[in-house]
Structure formats: structure tokens, C-alpha cells
């Protein structure tokens, strides 16, 4: 079974960073690629960043240059460094896992950005 734990969220002013991370409970954690999603009140689920298991990196074309992504393999741990964050960022910031063809989501974690 797979549990996936977002923390770090949180209200912070425009320009401003934040760093999310979403702790896995899972076995060959390393064998997973890893995402972040967001939901703004409103709109759908939308992909933020991604990393595969071989550490290859996407971004939405919103936070290129201003959000990175990253993994901890001996933590079972990925992370999303947020920097220069803008009021369209607000949004429940949400941890994906997915291993052959197995989707799993973590609860998810509110990101605010007051202007």
C-alpha cells in the first residue's frame, strides 16, 4: 500500500518562496516517478512538475524557471522548491506516484499567495 504525505504548504506574500515536500511509504520507492499537481478553486487538477525514476525532469510552462523539483531516494522523499511565487500559484499543491500504470495521491497541501 502506498501512502504519500505532503507538508509545507502554507500563506506567504507574493515574491516569496516555499519548499513542499511529500514523504512515500512504499517499497522501490527509486522504481516510481513522482509529480506535483495543483487545484485552484475552480479549475481542474493541473501538472506542476514531474520526475521520473531516472530523474528526468518536467515543467508546466507556468513555473519554468521559478519552481524545481527534486527526489531523495534514501528519504523516500520528493520535493518542490517554489521560488518567486505569484497569487496564481494559490492552489491545493497535491504528491503523485506512479508505477506501472498505478496511480496513487497524497492529501494534499494549501498553498496561498497574497498579493
Known amino acids: 500500500q502506498v501512502q504519500l504525505v505532503e507538508s509545507g504548504g502554507g500563506l506567504v506574500q507574493a515574491g516569496g518562496s516555499l519548499r513542499l515536500s511529500c514523504a512515500a511509504s512504499?517499497?522501490?520507492?527509486?522504481?516510481?516517478?513522482m509529480g506535483w499537481y495543483r487545484q485552484a478553486p475552480g479549475k481542474q487538477r493541473e501538472l506542476v512538475a514531474s520526475?521520473?525514476?531516472?530523474?528526468?525532469?518536467n515543467y508546466a510552462d507556468s513555473v519554468k524557471g521559478r519552481f524545481t523539483i527534486s527526489r531523495d531516494t534514501a528519504k523516500k522523499t520528493v520535493y518542490l522548491q517554489m521560488n518567486s511565487l505569484k497569487p496564481e500559484d494559490t492552489a491545493v499543491y497535491y504528491c503523485?506516484?506512479?508505477?506501472?500504470?498505478?496511480?496513487?495521491w497524497g492529501q494534499g497541501t494549501q498553498v496561498t499567495v497574497s498579493s
Open positions: 512504499v517499497n522501490f520507492f527509486s522504481s516510481y516517478n
Open positions: 520526475i521520473s525514476s531516472g530523474g528526468s525532469t
Open positions: 503523485n506516484a506512479e508505477r506501472r500504470a498505478q496511480a496513487y
